[in-house]
Each structure stands twice: as C-alpha cells, then as structure tokens.
C-alpha cells in the first residue's frame, strides 16, 4: 500500500505537461490582460509588439471562429474580452511567439485603451446593488420567526471569511496540438478533461469527437483546475488551429495568482437563539459570497455553503440565505470543500458568541447540540450512519480531553504573557457531487495476453492518490500484485463525458466503475476455468496469482487462465459504467437526498500565543477521522494531513490582499504566506473510525475535502488563547494572522480589508 507516484516523485521521473517532449515546431503563447478592474475596452495597441521578429501572431475575440464563451454553468465568461473588461487579469488577446520569453515580452509592449467604469469589490456593496450571478437562494426548516421569540439567549454577529489561493506546485498549463482533418490534440493540467475538451470544441467550432485531451496527472489541483484550466486549453488550442502549428501555454506564477480565481471569500450575518439549558433553537444566516466578475462554478459552490451551513448540528428551526455577489476581481472558483468550509466558519462563530454570552465553554454546546441518528438536516435529508457522537467521545476520551483542558488552564494560570488555547472542531460533510448528474463514472480495463492490466478512468490524479487506489482495486478484484496493473493517463478518447475529478467522489466513482469491469472480465474467466475443472463457478476464487477451489490452490495462475482465455476467444476487455444510487436534489423546494453519505469526524487543536508579539504555535492537533474501510490507509492518512495543513493556513496564514482598485496586492510568494512543515503542529495524532460506508468501494468512504475543515478548530483555539489573556468580544475575521492576534489582544479591531472601502 504505497502511494503509486511517490517513487516516480521522489525520483524525478514522474511526468507533467512540460515533461511530455516538445512536438517539432511548438510555438509559445503569452496572455495581454487587463490592466483595470472594470471598464469599456476602446482598443489595443499592439503595432510594438507586433514587429517584434519572432511574434507570430496576436489572437483577439474576433479571431475566434466558434463562440466566444466558456462559461460552465452560467454562459456569462468570454474567454477574450470584447467591450469591457471585468477584472485585473482579465484576458484579452493570446501572444504566439517563438519562446515564452518572447510572448511575454511583447505583452509588455502591448496597450488597452480602457474607459473606466466603476469597480465594486466588496460584496456587501454588490449585494445592496442588486450585482448578483443569480438569485439568492435561502435554506429553511421549521418556523424560524417563532422560534427566535421563545429563545432564552440569541445573539447576533458579523463574520469575514478571507479566500485562498490554490497554490497548486504545476502552475496553469496546456499544450495543444493541431492533428490530422485538424483533429487537436491536447496536454492540459486540467481536474476536469471533459469540460476542457468541450470548451475548446465550442471555442473551435468542431464537434466534441475532434478534441482529444490527455492528462497524465497534475502538480496539485485542489480545485483551481477543476474549471479554471479550461480558459488556458481554450487558448493554446485556438492557437494551435489558427496557427496549424503546436502552441503551448505556461502561466508563470504571478499571472497565476493575477488571473486565476481564488477561495470564494465570504462576508455573512448570523443571529442564534437558544433555550437557557444550551439547546440551539433557531439559526438564521446572510452569507454574501464574493464570486468575482463571472459566474465560473459560484452558484454550486454557494449551494454547498448552503448544505454545510449547519455543520455537525440540530437546529430544528433554520433559515439561511446566501447570494453570488458579483464583484470586479477574478472569477472565484473551486477549492477544496467547496463553500463549505465557509459555511461551517459561520455557524461555528455563533456558537463561539453564544458561549461568550451565556458564560460557557464553547464545546458545552457543541456537544449537546450534536445531530444524531435520523435528524434532519435543512435540506432535508436525514443523517444516516451518523458519527457525530462516536467521533466526538472517541477524540475526548482518546486523547483525554479533559486533561488537556485542566493543563492549559494551570498553565495560563501560571504564564503572563503565554497563554495556550484549546478548540474541538467537528465535521459533517456531504459526498457526492450536489449536481446529481456529475455522479457518474465509466472504467475500461484490458487484460493482455501475458497476463499484465491496462486500467482507465475517469479519475485524474493530482497529488490525491486515486491512481494508487484504482491500482489497488484492479489488482485486489483479479487476485494479483499490483505491479501487474498499469493506469493510464485520463483521457477522452477511452472515456468519454467523465465528471471533474472533484467532490472528494473519484475513488468513489472511478473506483466502482473499475470493480463492475473488472468484475465482468473476472465472470467470464471463471466460467471458463469452472468448465475445464468441472466445478461451479461460485466455487472458484481468483488470488494470490492463482485460481483457488474450495479455499485450495489449483494449477492454474493466472497467466495460464488469461492465456487460455485468450486461445478460446474469450473477451479480456471491459468497458463499464457506475453511477450512484438513490441520491436526487429538488432546487424548485430546495429539499431532497443530495448526497450518497456524509463523512464525520472530530479534531482537538491545541495553539499557544505570545500575548506581546501575537505569534503563534499549534502544539497538538489530535484527530479521529470517520473512513470507513479504506482502500489505501497510507493515501487517506496523507490526505488527512494535507488537508488539515491546508485549513490552518486558510485560517491563520494566508492573506489575500486586494487593493480598494481591484489589484491584488498579494500575487507572489514573498507576499501570500502559506503553512510550511515547521507550522505544523509537532504533535499530530490521527486516529480513525472503520465502520463500513454505504457507496464507497469496499465500505471506504471519500476522504479529499473534508479533513481541511478542522482547520476551523485552528482558528477557534487561537481565540481561546486570546480570551485566556482578555475575555473580549474578538471580531470573527479569518485568516487569524499574528497581526490580528496581537491588535485583537490590544483591543484594537484589525483595519478593514480594502474591499469594504471600495465603495
Ligand atoms: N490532494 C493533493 N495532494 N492534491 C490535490 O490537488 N485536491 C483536493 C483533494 N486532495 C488535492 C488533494 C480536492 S479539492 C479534492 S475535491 C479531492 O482531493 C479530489 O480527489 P478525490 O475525489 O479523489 O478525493
């Protein structure tokens, strides 16, 4: 059970785009953006650049011969601008050159004539103005109203949640090659090879069967290419068309944080009302999601903060609204957890006040306000195999919670200017793509006729480990070592209308897809060696290499059956199709059964401050994590880690700093601060739950996003160590950075972000 990559890796061997050798001839390609967040575009000065020796042409809108569009759920993104532009980043001519440095170059001498109009980048702002990608959609359960005027206690609050930068190690990039009838063939560091490969039809105006994109695997994708690749495929490959020549397109790193969208921030109101004993009655929310100058995947990453708006709890009475903002800074995207991670910040910040009030800890009603078993959930599907509890009293009990509590308690009595802090963050989180349609997967496996495994999926991998997983399953269900087992590259030509490699579902889907191929070839080979030994079929089991009878080992392995099948023209390839069951979602009620299953769990994050210089340390994280029957325990627990990693630095560290012009003034690394391995906590323990899930191969369940949630409990901890030190109402604004910690412990409210000044 290793990580199939990490020798590949470790080496140097492993390949990505740039690594797949150049075609003869390849041109490179360079994006003219946008210098202003909104205005009406007058024209382009190109004449400079243009007699550049070596420029080969520079692409406009009016260049492309299909449409001009690319959004994915709502048609409002041109992939070059036309009149207007939206956004700082926002592309508006391609540059075709003989190198990057080239193309790059001639940007620079490159002019837009931009009237400018009015940016808005505050979504507040965008909100009051009516500037929405769709209409606010609002969850409800219960009478809310009633509710909240028999509360003993409610509280009412404001929180601003900052976004994230995806900061993928492969920065964007596609390579497009013209083929064939002008067939384009193309290299793209994409989570979603079908959107990319539809896109640049529309964009090209051929039919979906001339594209054909091919992914090996990604530098890290975390959601940044799940739509956000397309643009740059669409770009290389009109290109490559015009030009009948290959074109690459490589975003350096700053024109990858300029131009790509982010983490949806959010800015939201919530009010709590609760009965005197700590049972949450009424819950009712505003959240404003920044989604940036187009549409891109906002409306279902909003629907996900909608689904995760309650967490881990029961609130009988809800009412939660939430509205795609739109604002003049890049199109915000996918990232891990999907606007759930938002969501969860809200109602985990009320809980925080309403403990305040009240006088209480925070986990007092947590705990008691925990769903459990046949509960409903806002949207109306009702926990199943809920972990809530078995989660929570296995963390504490585990990893004696209550010492913990009294030791950080002696010594905050015993130190002045060091003060520890202690959060518990549970976790709820749905599986399975909330659009029910994406739940669906397609597996071609071969067997050769020496006996080796050719498998393909829909699944990419990005650094998630799900080849390693389909590895492991091909070679579990036929009974052999996985080194037998090759996985191929994600490609559109052997599986067609695959589903982004998103929603934590690949294994899940990809997975079961593989088992019902494998499972087809595997029926048909015992029929056969059933026929030659005279036995029944159900008597025969394929392991260890060979065929066994009765728990016996028999001659033949599994070389010899393969080779037998293959002289008796017996079919050794499958092609099958999985698609989850029983899940179905009605948005006209905003009521149904959305997800397959959801994923439980509960962290303890411990932190200590400086109380004089506001920086920080996490010194334990302990975790019991609900996975299910895993296929890989090694993957899981590296994904588990990795995700926590990625939600602390959400949480405390990584700052997206806009100016009130719409400019991003943190767009490189010597300015963005993410985690590294020195911030993680020393003491990190993980232990998990093995009860069996209900879709997941073998009982396993999804593990991708939801770990990066008890990064919450980060910044929880950190105010806990902060109201050790003073018991002040401390604002609820993410990230948490020193900075913050050390104003908020000063009294002082942190300066407001540029984005609530753009007005
Ligand atoms: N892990 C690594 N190393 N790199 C990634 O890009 N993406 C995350 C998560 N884990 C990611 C990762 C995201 S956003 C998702 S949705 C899932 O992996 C996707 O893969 P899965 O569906 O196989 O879990």
Known sequence: MT?????????????????????????HAAVFSSPKAHGKLLGVNDSAAKELPGVKAILYAADIPGENQIGAIIPDEVLLATDEVHFIGHPIALVIADSPELARHACTLMKAEIEELPAVVCPREAYKKGNFIAPPRTFAMGDVDQAFAECDVVVEGECDIAGQEHLYLETQRTRAVWGEGGRIEVYSSTQSPYAVQKAIAKILGLPNHMVEVDVRRLGGGFGGKEDQATAWACLAALGAQILRRPVELVLNRVDDLKMTGKRHPYKADFKLGLKADGTFMAYEARLYQNSGAAADLSTAVLERSLFHATNSYFFPNTRVEAACCRTNIQPHTAFRGFGGPQGMFVVEAAIAKAADVMGLAREV?????????????????????CRTHTSWNRAVEKFNWSGMRRAADTFNSEHKTKKKGLAIMPICFGIAFTKTFFNQASALVHVYGDGSVSVS????????????????????????????????????????????????????????????????????????????????????????????????????TWEKVVGHAYFNRVGLSEHAFYATPNIWFDAEKEKGRPFAYHVYGTAIVESEIDVLRGTYDFTSVKIVHDLGRTVNELVDLGQIEGGFAQGIGWMTLEELAYHEDGRLLSHALSTYKAPDVYFMPDDMEIEWLTEPGPTGPYGSKAVGEPPLMYGIGAYFSLRDAMRAFREDDYEFRAPMTPERVLLGLQGHHSEEPAEAKSA
């Open 457 to 556: 999926t829909g699944g990419v991998e990005m650094g998630q480990g799900v080849n390693s997983k389909m590895i492991d399953i091909a070679a579990k269900e036929f009974g052999i070592s996985t080194s037998r087992v090759r996985l191929e590259s994600t490609n559109t030509t052997r599986i067609a209308n695959m589903s982004p490699s998103a929603a934590s579902a690949t294994a899940d889907l990809n997975g079961n897809a593989t088992i019902l191929a494998t499972q087809a070839i595997l029926k048909r080979l015992k029929r056969l060696v059933a026929q030659e030994l005279s036995v029944s079929d159900e008597e025969l089991e394929f392991k260890d290499g060979k065929v066994w009878h009765r728990e016996e080992p028999t001659e033949w």
């Open 365 to 385: 009603l947590q705990y008691k306000n925990l769903l459990k078993e046949g509960e409903s959930l806002p949207y109306g599907q009702k926990t199943e195999g």
């Open 3 to 27: 990580h199939y990559d990490a020798r590949l890796h470790v080496q140097g061997l492993s390949t990505y785009v740039d690594d797949v050798a150049a075609p003869h001839g390849m041109l």
